[in-house]
């Protein structure tokens, strides 16, 4: 069993940047592929950045430039620098792991299949 656990979040105006953290326990970090995902109130989950076990990384469209997913060296704390943030960025950011294969993608899988996920922590943007 793996829980995760976000922090990071908070409200701040629009070009600031924030930093979240997902800390691991119950398994290595390497074991799992994994990501950030967000939703705001009436939409769906969608996912913001991704880093498969072959450390290759996935970004969605509209954080391309601004946010940076990362490790940290001991592979049990995952990071989400955003920088430059914008209104539409607000919403509830969760990590998230899976057990895929090497070079498979946690962006690329369907919110139901994905093996664990963190409780969030919200993000507010103000203009």
């Known amino acids: 069993q793996v829980q995760l656990m976000e922090s990071g979040g908070g409200s701040v105006q629009a070009g600031m940047s924030l930093r979240l953290s997902c800390a691991a326990s119950?398994?290595?970090?390497?074991?799992?592929?994994l990501g950030w995902f967000r939703q705001v109130p009436g939409k769906e989950r969608e996912g913001v950045a991704g880093i498969a076990k072959d450390g290759s990384i996935a970004y969605a469209e509209s954080v391309k430039g601004r946010f940076t997913i990362s490790q940290s060296s001991d592979e049990n704390t995952l990071y989400l620098e955003m920088t430059n943030l914008q209104s539409e960025d607000t919403g509830t950011y969760y990590c998230?792991?899976?057990?895929?294969?090497?070079?498979?993608?946690?962006?690329?899988?369907?919110?139901?299949?994905?093996?664990?996920w963190g409780k969030g922590t919200h993000v507010t943007i103000s203009s």
């Open positions: 119950g398994h290595r970090y390497s074991t799992f592929s």
């Open positions: 998230a792991a899976d057990l895929l294969s090497r070079t498979e993608n946690i962006l690329n899988t369907p919110e139901a299949r994905v093996d664990y």
